[in-house]
């Protein structure tokens, strides 16, 4: 399976929702590669780390290769 590109992984994550208030908006977004542990363990390719626009809740999500979340806390 081929991994998706970095810019994919940011429209994933910008399209999920914020779990505390439900709102789309985004102060900040980073999204980095996963490291060899969180890949083994958890399948997650990449981890976007969000901060809500509306309520400044802060997330963090893991994406599989095919798009996938995998996780979030």
């Known amino acids: 399976m081929a991994k ?6 940011t429209r994933v994550a910008k399209a ?5 208030c439900q709102e789309y908006t985004y ?3 980073s999204v980095k590669p996963a490291s060899a542990a969180i ?11 969000k901060v809500c626009g509306v309520c400044g809740y802060q997330s ?4 599989e ?3 996938d ?3 979030e806390s």
């Open 16 to 20: 999920h929702a914020c779990s505390h």
């Open 60 to 63: 963090e999500i893991g994406i």
């Open 65 to 67: 290769a095919d798009g």
């Open 4 to 9: 998706i590109t970095r810019e994919r992984a």
């Open 39 to 49: 890949t083994k363990e958890l399948g997650a390719v990449w981890i976007a780390v």
């Open 69 to 71: 979340i995998v996780f």
């Open 27 to 29: 102060r900040k977004l």
